[in-house]
């Protein structure tokens, strides 16, 4: 991580002025089928001129919604019941007529999306994108053509004259979103509106882009408002931060107080629920149990209060008002010291959660999977992609390997072909000594029941036609293990197992959240008593706080079973956090293997070390300047 | 270990009152709509004997009598054959095709999907067929087919089939193809699940909705090829009554004996629309 | 582009000469001897073969097929074994009426597609939007031939403001022309413009709902031209397919909706050709379509590709 010294300062220094956009008493709710949903619920908040804001929140806080609500960008299902957004103290954008809003959308407020790779029209060159940006407000044609080039380069595109002939399609996926900062910013708007602009990159990529963020903001005096749920994106980009939970804001205050001294019950369990590379090894994670309101039928109270370890009869009642503590900070909390209780409360919990054992000495012991030289190319009519090139990994008995690379890398194909969902085109795989590269009916009827797999998708991997208990049960039948009776009191073990109550057997899968699904999916694995579990990125669809729940689940399963676990993900936190062993890949091969402490502090390959230095880290910089 | 995960009570207790998803769609205004025109011209038809006492082909001296004048409820066409009677019976001769044509149809070309998604070569031979036989606008298939077989009812129900055919059979492959690949597949496929269960315990049943909402769709569409057919003499021809030659005999007379055409252009309609209605409200309520 | 009209031109020669001898083989396969049913009741073996041998019928295939072909390119489809004449005088002026048929409907189906397609995507009060897609629906699902009834018994029947059947050549006398055509041409072009319509409306309402026009919308670009210039050109290539898919349907529908309008097109003579089994007029007759085909599946492709660049550039 790069020193970031000049920062810029929360704007406690400059009360007088007008705020350039002033948020009062924000109410945005969306049609449904079940009624109105209420996204957004309240939101107050005030930008200063050139200042960083981040707004931070997980799926449903309505971090997205407040954002695109600033200047009426909801989707059609979306309108704004109540408040007030004044830009300049003067034009309110929630009453304002459309002309009005056209005239503010792009010159005065820009904004960036998630997705570069669907946020450009395929149609469009991007010299015409950048026409388009700046004719909407009245640049002459001239001008036009000279600042496009201008504006290419600005955001670091090589050769951007001729680059401005290239449609979307001919520039990857940081390039694109390069393009999309250069038309926000292309009639140098005051305000930028950034909703989750690096979640769809890679880490690498997504390190460079916040920098061009930063520098940029910097140089052109423009404000910013980073939508994000990356807790590391906050701390390395962002003065302050507004966090949101539940359609409201529970606390707001500089990085440094907020990352460092959280006061919040939320903000300091989504804190604790970040897994961290500087944390010490073993350190167990916590999630914070239950799932977030179903804002069709908000909760009276604190939104919070259901999973909150200090609620009390008027946080199931009463909605907090925002208290502004010293220093200006402001938090919605009846608990007026939480912190320390949660600290209290919390050191027990601490004392309960085991380091992660250290793994039995396995030097001389065989393997239980064994890959060597691995190979699979995909081939279609016109091209042929190797997915996998000369992979070679061991997994040993009781161990979690985790295996970390960005997309395209080859380890959702490195799983697929372990499991013998693909076949593989060249190279051996032996599970207990047994060559299984292309297994006879015996050989794939043993692997069946030893090996199981967990998806990343919690929605798409389960059948939406099947109730619970028989998506559990379908590995049991499938393999004919056991009569109807016994298989229905297994699955009733099982999904109380996993953490979830016996009767959802009954259920559909759409009655569940994400985070129970994956607990049914991670039920259905362990159905047959597998000895290997290999888990292709079964938390990166979920939400912080839910995420750390299934990594603690996979994790106390896979010392209490004695399972041998293969782990995949792209977020080196998480599998450090899980693994005993971590294999890095890039492009189809393996490219450094170690013991996750000692890879993960002292990275050999280039690429690691990389990869290692773009992750950000949720600790403020104020904070690990002083460390 | 984290404490039980509560299911939220709202989305536990709303369950629907009719559990099959294509009855709950029938049971809706559309589907009851749909379902009460159909019915109505198949019960006629079905009850021709009791509700004309008229051969379709026995011709009277009273020619092109007009409705509700004399012995005739629906009038006489120009050689005095009892119009009533005849498109009673021609509702029946041209059910009777529908009724042929389209199960083969759906049975052949699901089969064939079937086929092509179990093996790679099939595939790209099932493929070109369909293909060449979609490259034919059904009547220019008609005109074909009748080029080579001649004109009969065999030959109506061999041309809707070789339209509806690769009409079924594209539906389910691709609908095969798109859930097989959905991770709830390999997750069976993991689990180890064979081949076949795989195939009807969690692809089937997912991927069957397009083809059972095509069946209404294309019992519309062999309707209208068979009137059209019919219609431009290459059908069902006189003296056997049919709902498209009785509008072809009828166009000399619109002018004078509406009623002559209005028969069988309410009666296809009337099929067309409920057809396409019930069509619709099985597609809502496979998407629910 | 050139590059690629020169990997797109080969296949589509080769697709109909494929075609030209499927059509050749299969009608040269079917049971039923021409030269019985030509030479009457009751002939003499002689008198078969001799008819047998004007008609070609006693060569090998391959040889009758290369002389049929020689003489089809050349205009040439030889006599009609039962009508008499020549196959291209009894084609002629009648595949030129059928043409003005198709392509007048081909006219207002694109149109009506259009505009109502932008319609039920741009009209948002309740009480338009039914009535716009209950007209689709109707135009959809009811058959040419029923409409086509209503459409004379109000227009010509009951009002009296357009002729119920017949043609008079457009090129003669345009206005009375048109009002011949008229109808014939609205009739057949219903059920296809409402599926244009259907792909322009969901076109439009996809390109809209898309993250690249909320890009254009944060820009401040107005709706209309977020409307005209940066969603319509990406609902257009789908809708261009099914256009291409459609002609061969207005082909089709035009035999049936010549029956209702007495139009004198390829419609009469495809029906006595077809059922007493006329060879030389179905082979041309056929002939003609898969050669509208082929050469409409070439446009679309290079319209498709002028369209979009990613299909262009690869």
Same mark, same amino acid.
């Given at each position: 991580m790069t020193v970031s010294v000049e920062k810029p300062v929360a704007p406690a220094a400059a009360p007088t002025t007008t705020p350039l956009l002033s948020v009062r008493g924000l109410h945005v709710a969306f049609d449904s089928e079940r009624g109105p949903v209420h996204a957004v619920r309240g939101v107050d908040f005030d930008l200063a001129r050139g200042e960083t804001l981040a707004i931070v929140g997980e799926s449903g806080s309505g971090k997205s919604t407040t954002a695109l609500a600033l200047n009426r960008m909801l989707p059609a299902a979306g309108r704004i019941t109540a408040g007030s957004v004044l830009l300049d103290g003067a034009l309110d954008l929630v009453t304002a007529s459309e002309a009005e809003l056209r005239e503010v959308r792009g010159a005065r407020i820009g904004m960036v999306f998630q997705d570069p790779m669907t946020s450009l029209n395929p149609l469009l060159t991007v010299g015409r994108h950048l026409d388009e940006a700046m004719r909407a407000h009245g640049v002459d044609r001239r001008r036009r053509t000279a600042r496009a080039a201008e504006l290419l380069d600005l955001v670091g595109i090589a050769e951007p004259a001729k680059r401005l002939h290239d449609h979307p399609h001919q520039f990857s996926g940081g390039m694109r979103q390069r393009v999309m900062i250069a038309l926000a910013l292309a009639n140098e708007p005051d305000v930028l509106l950034a909703d989750e602009?690096?979640? &769809?990159?890679d880490p690498t990529v997504q390190d460079q882009i916040l920098t061009l963020v930063e520098d940029l903001g910097r140089t052109l005096g423009t404000a910013t408002v980073l939508i994000t749920h990356n807790m590391g994106v906050v701390a390395r980009s962002a003065a302050r931060v507004l966090v949101l939970y539940g359609g409201r804001v529970v606390e707001q205050a500089s990085t440094a107080e907020a990352l460092g001294t959280p006061e919040h019950p939320y903000t300091i369990g989504l804190l604790r629920a970040v897994p961290r590379?500087? &944390? =010490?090894?073993?350190t167990r994670l916590e999630g914070i149990p239950g799932t977030p309101p179903d804002l069709a039928a908000p909760p009276v109270g604190c939104a919070f209060a259901d999973r909150c370890?200090? &609620?009390g009869d008027r946080c199931r009642t009463e909605q907090p008002p925002l208290r502004t503590l010293p220093g200006g900070r402001t938090v919605a909390c009846w608990v007026e010291d939480a912190p320390a209780v949660l600290t209290a409360a919390g050191s027990r919990s601490a004392a309960a959660a085991k380091p992660k054992a250290p793994l039995a000495e396995v030097a001389d012991a065989a393997p239980v999977l064994a890959v060597s030289s691995l190979g699979k190319v995909f081939r279609s009519r016109r091209n042929r992609v190797v997915a996998l090139d000369d992979v070679s990994l061991e997994l040993f008995r009781g161990e979690t390997l985790g295996v970390v690379g960005e997309s395209g890398s080859g380890k959702s194909t490195l799983v697929r072909t372990l499991v013998g969902v693909h076949s593989a085109t060249s190279g051996r795989i032996l599970f207990e000594g047994r060559d299984i590269t292309r297994p006879g009916r015996a050989d794939q009827r043993a692997l069946r029941r030893s090996v199981q797999m967990v998806f990343q998708d919690p929605y798409a991997s389960l059948n939406p036609r099947l109730t619970v208990g028989a998506i559990v049960a379908d590995p049991l039948v499938s393999q004919g293990i056991g009569t109807p009776a016994e298989r229905r009191r297994r699955v009733g073990e099982l999904l109380e197992r996993v953490g979830l109550d016996a009767s959802a057997a009954d259920r559909l899968p759409r009655d569940f959240s994400g985070g129970q699904r994956q607990r049914i999916g991670i039920a259905r694995a362990l159905a047959p008593e597998p000895s290997v579990l290999i888990c292709d990125e079964p938390v990166s669809a979920l939400d912080v706080s839910v995420q750390a729940q299934v990594v603690n689940l996979l994790a106390d399963l896979q010392a209490e079973l004695g399972l041998s676990m293969v782990f995949i993900a792209h977020d080196l936190a998480v599998v450090r956090q899980v693994s005993h062993r971590i294999a890095v890949m890039r492009a189809g091969r393996v490219v450094e293997t170690g013991p996750a402490e000692e890879l993960c502090a002292h990275p050999r390959h280039p690429y690691t070390q990389a990869l290692l230095a773009a992750? =950000?880290? =949720?600790?403020p910089v104020s904070a690990r300047a002083a460390a | 270990m984290t404490t039980l995960t509560a299911v939220p009570a709202s989305a536990a207790v709303r369950r629907p009152r009719i559990r099959n998803r294509y009855l709950r769609g029938l049971a809706t205004p559309r589907g009851v709509i749909g379902l009460a025109l159909v019915g109505l011209v198949l019960a006629v038809g079905l009850a021709a004997p009791l509700l004309t006492s008229y051969d379709p082909d026995f011709q009277t001296a009273d020619a092109l009598v007009s409705p509700g004048?004399?012995?005739?409820l629906w009038g006489t066409d120009e050689i005095g054959r009892d119009l009533l009677s005849r498109l009673l019976y021609g509702i029946r001769s041209d059910v009777l095709v529908v009724l042929a044509a389209v199960p083969i149809a759906a049975l052949v070309g699901c089969g064939l999907a079937l086929l092509a998604t179990a093996h790679r070569a099939a595939d790209v031979a099932v493929q070109r067929l369909f293909d060449l036989l979609l490259s034919f606008p059904g009547l220019i298939l008609g005109l074909t087919v009748t080029a080579i077989m001649g004109v009969g009812r065999g030959t109506i129900i061999v041309v809707i089939a070789l339209v509806e055919t690769p009409a079924f059979g594209r539906l389910l492959r691709g609908a095969i193809l798109v859930h097989r690949d959905r991770e709830y597949a390999v997750a069976a496929r993991v689990g180890g699940a064979g081949p076949l269960r795989l195939l009807t315990r969690h692809v089937l049943p997912n991927a069957a909705d397009p083809v059972v909402v095509h069946v209404a769709l294309a019992m519309s569409v062999a309707v209208i090829l068979e009137g059209a057919m019919s219609f431009i003499g290459i059908g069902i021809r006189p003296p056997e009554a049919s709902l498209g030659s009785t509008l072809a005999a009828s166009r000399p007379y619109l002018e004078d004996h509406p009623a002559y055409a209005l028969g069988p252009l309410a009666v296809i309609t009337a099929l067309v629309v409920g057809l396409n209605l019930i069509a619709e409200a099985l597609n809502r309520g496979a998407r629910r | 582009m050139t590059g690629y009209l020169l990997r797109r031109l080969p296949s589509a020669f080769g697709v109909l000469l494929l075609a030209s001898f499927a059509i050749f083989l299969v009608l040269r396969a079917v049971p039923g001897d021409p030269a019985e049913t030509l030479a009457g009741s009751d002939p003499s073996p002689a008198a078969v073969d001799a008819i047998r041998h004007d008609l070609g019928l006693d060569r090998p295939l391959l040889a009758q097929y290369a002389s049929w072909l020689g003489h089809a390119v050349r205009g040439d489809f030889g006599r009609s074994y039962l009508i008499g004449g020549s196959v291209s005088d009894l084609l002629g002026q009648r595949i030129g009426n059928t043409v003005e048929l198709t392509l007048g409907a081909l006219v207002f189906s694109v149109t009506l597609g259009l505009v109502l397609g932008v319609l039920g995507a741009t009209v948002k009060n309740r009480f338009g939007q039914t009535l716009l897609s209950a007209f689709n629906s109707v135009s959809l699902v009811v058959p040419g031939y029923v409409t086509g009834f209503v459409f004379v018994f109000l227009f010509a029947v009951t009002w009296q403001v357009l002729p119920a059947g017949g043609h008079e050549s457009i090129l003669a006398d345009p206005q009375i022309g048109f009002q011949y055509v008229l109808m014939p041409a609205l009739v057949l072009a219903l059920p296809v413009s409402a599926i244009l319509s259907r792909y322009v409306k969901d076109g439009i309402e996809q390109a809209l709902s898309e993250d690249y026009a909320r890009t254009a919308k944060s820009l401040g670009v107005p709706p209309r031209r977020l409307l005209w210039r940066h969603a319509l050109p990406n609902a257009l290539p789908p809708v261009l397919t099914a256009l291409g898919m459609q002609i061969g349907v207005l082909l089709g529908g035009a035999v049936v909706i010549e029956a209702v309008f007495a139009w004198p097109g390829l419609g009469t003579l495809a029906e006595q050709a077809v059922t007493r089994r006329d060879y030389p007029v179905v082979q041309a007759l056929l002939l003609f379509l898969v050669a509208v085909f082929v050469v409409v599946q070439l446009l679309t492709d290079i319209a498709y590709a002028l369209l979009d660049p990613r299909v262009r550039l690869g």
């Open positions: 602009p690096t979640t &769809a990159l590379l500087d &944390a =010490p090894y073993g370890p200090l &609620a992750v =950000p880290s =949720p600790t | 004048t004399g012995d005739h | -």
